[in-house]
């Protein structure tokens, strides 16, 4: 069964620090899609990125980095000098062919970057 | 660009009461979902629909029922309002699958 795990509920960084978020991710599908998104208080969810299972490529936006392993299952997201407007909380979700492509979010990890 | 949109942003209800949230996805997006984010939690998945048809259905209790129109837009119905359905309710679209995948901003939906 399709699963995400998020095991860092919240993570509490001092502003310009390097910051990392895991995601981990269980799927039967040999074609899946993994998805990061950010919730600021104000609710809507913001997309970060989208990669297919077929692209084991690192992306780096911004101070944004993301590293894909389909060895270890994992898709963690690097924040580089953290700013207070990285607060947030951030889901990491999975979407497969054989699901209708809907997402299985995980429960989220609540970044607070202090001044 | 257009993006996918909710109606109403903000809803309050009463216990027992009927609440009909509406979405209105991207132009030419075949897919429509629906979530619900309680507080504190994660969104989870309720129903979609594909091509007007329903293509998957999650935890969505009985009071609930949801359609996609004509014109692609999609309502969800909810019925017997209990303090439990407060929750931010999203619409996502999406064309062939994961491509374009986009959330509306969400309707705040409140039971008392």
């Known amino acids: 069964a399709q699963k995400v795990t998020q095991a860092q509920t919240e993570i509490s960084v001092v502003e310009k620090e390097d910051v990392t978020l895991d995601c981990v991710y269980e799927t039967r599908d040999t074609t899946y899609y993994l998805f990061w998104y950010k919730q600021p208080p104000s609710g809507e969810l913001v997309f970060l990125i989208r990669?297919?299972?077929?692209?084991?490529q690192n992306e780096i936006s911004g101070r944004y980095s993301w590293n894909f392993q389909k060895s270890t299952s994992s898709f963690n997201f690097t924040i580089t000098a953290s700013q207070v407007v990285d607060s947030a909380v951030y889901f990491c979700?999975?979407?497969?062919?054989?699901?209708?492509?809907?997402?299985?979010f995980g429960s989220g990890t609540r970044l607070l970057v202090r001044p | 660009a257009a993006g996918v949109i909710q109606s109403p942003r903000h809803l309050i209800k009463e216990k027992r009461e009927t609440a009909t949230l509406k979405c209105y996805p991207i132009?030419?997006?075949?897919?429509v979902y629906w979530y619900q984010q309680g507080p504190g939690q994660d969104p989870q998945f309720l129903i979609s629909f594909y091509e007007k048809m329903q293509s998957d259905k999650g935890s969505i209790p009985d009071r609930f029922s949801a359609q996609q129109f004509s014109d692609y837009h999609s309502e969800l119905n909810m019925s017997s309002l209990e303090l439990g359905d407060s929750a931010l309710y999203f619409c996502?679209?999406?064309?062939?699958?994961?491509?374009?995948?986009?959330f509306g901003s969400g309707t705040r939906l409140t039971v008392v």
């Open positions: 979700a999975l979407s497969e062919v054989d699901s209708s492509y809907k997402l299985i």
């Open positions: 990669r297919n299972s077929f692209d084991e």
């Open positions: 996502a679209s999406s064309l062939q699958g994961a491509e374009g995948y986009t």
């Open positions: 132009p030419r997006h075949d897919t």
